[in-house]
């Protein structure tokens, strides 16, 4: 009861001594003042962070397929698998950095660890690159390969590049979670700041990726990979000196432990007791006495209805009661309430999160298909060659454009009719939203499609040339996908942010990361499951290699039908959702 008092006293200290009622530390393990931490400051350094840690590392993803192609001299095919697996490998680290943020080290520590892992593989891929790979000086563009390599010129490029992956898939999840850690959500005007860091977030990963996407991809598509590379890294190393410099200011969420051990504790204690007859009030279930967790920035959830044969764990049976009576407690036999909740939070979330893997398909159509589909239209402007990837650049436009509007006109807006002044639409609502804007996306791309294929075969007698299309009808799909983006995936980071608990916030971020990554390989499955039902011998399938003897436009309609009927399921799943229900700190201390 002492303690209590103690906490009290030092969470309401009068004036700039108040400190934060989520339970935040700062660098030193104290409560972290309100008035000397977290808020803006701290969240525009982390922004600067995400915006050149993004540049750093699309300065080598964008342009890996070609690097392979033309450096190391891989055939198409072999260079596509090896960055599908690449990429696949980034997702897969990034659990590895949720892990082992959210159980030992810390969201700050973690980020930090991962970023100087990712210098470090920059820095060598840079060097491989300059004395090794791209030589004689000049080789490495369209018109000049370069000559054959050692296999331990190739092994160190391909340690250099997976320490990228490492250091970045690491990082990613936890810099997002970080970011909103500087924001207290028991404070209304915090809490309302901490929903719009997200948007500020995604909008800084864009606005990095777009200048990979131009100037890098420039440089290295003339050859120039040692430049291109060595800027990554600089970026890379300005965004990690940027990111120590704000240390004092940082507001820090304590480890919680294994969260593996913690659900299994909770299936073996309910299965135990499967027997057992349930009273039918939840005040009779076990709420913790505080031993089972020594921190305190943890809160705790309260009990919610559903998945009752969990609650079996929180059951205090008589042999519970005698251990506890000799001081001794099982942690296999009986768990408390809040730790009964983050598992049903978890299997909560999973129906909504399988939900937005097929979004993910349609999301990286705009880096393969769309391409594959300006390359075959007119993509020169006077004398000027338009590169088909380039027209990312208006997704990134529109992404920064929506999160204005949706931040500035939409959301004030819904709240005015709805007449609250919390927010307007809810996280739910909104990937609602981006589901729908992503089914007109596919159903705009597949219209260009039967445009394109129409001019094309008036065009040319073989169709084996591209159409008089301009390349710029593509415009309106790539809009649109970045519309979606700013409602599915802005609207996913605030949403399991929001519904994870407090130990398990960085493993919500590594969530969206893995959808997208699934949304790659499910791609790849339809692509090759459409091709061998559209392929026969008469036909080339819809999706060939000359896409003016296919029905592209099929699969981007096939893709708008599976997102409406992905919607449906949506719809049901957000229905049956049930919000995480935290302890209220701020009623608790008088607030």
Not at 97 to 110: E, H, P, Q, V
Not at 378 to 398: C, E, G, H, W, Y
Not at 426 to 439: S, Y
Not at 555 to 565: D, E, G, I, K, Q
Request: with cysteine; hydrophobic share 45%; aromatic share 12%.
């Amino acid at each position: 009861m002492a303690s209590l008092e103690v906490s009290k006293e030092v969470k309401f200290k009068a004036g700039e001594e108040a400190c934060t009622l989520d339970g935040t530390v700062d660098c030193r393990g104290n409560p972290a003042i309100r008035s000397r931490s977290g808020k803006w400051f701290a969240g525009i350094i982390i922004l600067l962070n995400q915006g050149l840690a993004t540049l750093a590392f699309f300065g080598v993803g964008v342009n890996l397929v070609l690097f392979l192609t033309r450096v190391l001299q891989q055939n198409n095919a072999d260079a596509a698998n090896n960055v599908s697996k690449w990429t696949g490998t980034v997702y897969i680290f990034s659990l590895v950095g949720a892990f082992l943020s959210d159980s030992y080290w810390g969201r700050y520590k973690t980020c930090a660890i991962f970023q100087v892992i990712f210098v470090i593989g920059l820095v060598s891929l840079s060097l491989s690159s300059y004395i090794f790979l791209v030589k004689p000086e000049g080789c490495g563009n369209e018109d000049s390969p370069c000559p054959s390599h050692s296999s331990l010129e190739i092994g160190l490029f391909y340690l250099s590049i997976y320490l990228v992956a490492l250091g970045n898939g690491g990082y990613q999840p936890n810099i997002a979670t970080l970011g909103a850690d500087q924001f207290d959500e028991e404070d209304p005007k915090e809490g309302h700041s901490k929903v719009a860091f997200f948007s500020y977030f995604y909008l800084a990963l864009n606005l990095g990726s777009l200048f990979s996407n131009t100037i890098l991809s420039y440089l290295e598509d003339e050859g120039m990979w040692a430049l291109g590379f060595w800027v990554s890294a600089g970026s890379a190393f300005l965004a990690l000196i940027l990111f120590l410099g704000g240390t004092p200011r940082y507001r820090h969420f304590k480890p919680s432990g294994n969260p593996l051990s913690r659900f299994c504790q909770v299936m073996v204690a309910a299965m135990r007791k499967f027997r057992v007859e349930m009273p039918p009030s939840a005040e009779d279930l076990y709420e913790g006495d505080g031993k089972e967790c020594s921190n305190n920035s943890i809160r705790r959830i309260l009990h919610t209805d559903g998945f009752k044969f969990l609650d079996r764990a929180a059951f205090i049976s008589s042999k519970d009661s005698d251990n506890q009576e000799q001081g001794f407690y099982n942690q296999w036999r009986l768990c408390p309430i809040t730790q009964v909740e983050e598992v049903k939070c978890i299997l909560r979330l999973i129906p909504i999160w399988l939900c937005t893997i097929i979004y993910s398909v349609v999301f990286t159509q705009m880096a393969s298909l769309f391409v594959e589909q300006g390359a075959a239209m007119k993509t020169t402007v006077s004398n000027f060659r338009i590169p088909p990837a380039s027209m990312s650049s208006f997704d990134i436009l529109s992404v920064a454009a929506f999160i204005f509007l949706y931040r500035r006109v939409l959301d004030p807006l819904v709240g005015r009719i709805r007449k609250t002044d919390t927010k307007g639409l809810t996280e739910l609502q909104r990937m609602g939203i981006g589901l729908i804007i992503a089914i007109i996306a596919m159903i705009a791309a597949g219209i260009v499609e039967c445009y394109r294929l129409k001019y094309a075969q008036k065009d040319c007698t073989n169709c084996e040339g591209s159409s008089s299309l301009s390349i710029f009808w593509q415009v309106p799909q790539y809009a649109f996908i970045g519309a979606s983006e700013v409602f599915m995936y802005v609207g996913q980071l605030e949403f399991f942010n929001a519904q994870t608990p407090d130990g398990l916030k960085s493993f919500g971020s590594a969530l969206c990361m893995t959808s997208i990554s699934l949304g790659n390989y499910v791609s790849s499955l339809l692509v090759t499951m459409v091709m061998k039902i559209s392929t026969e011998d008469h036909m080339p399938g819809w999706i060939p290699g000359n896409l003016n003897k296919g029905h592209l436009d099929r699969f981007y309609f096939l893709l708008a039908t599976l997102t409406a009927l992905d919607l449906v399921v949506y719809v049901a799943c957000a229905k049956w959702y049930k919000c995480i229900k935290m302890e209220d700190r701020a009623n608790e201390y008088g607030v």
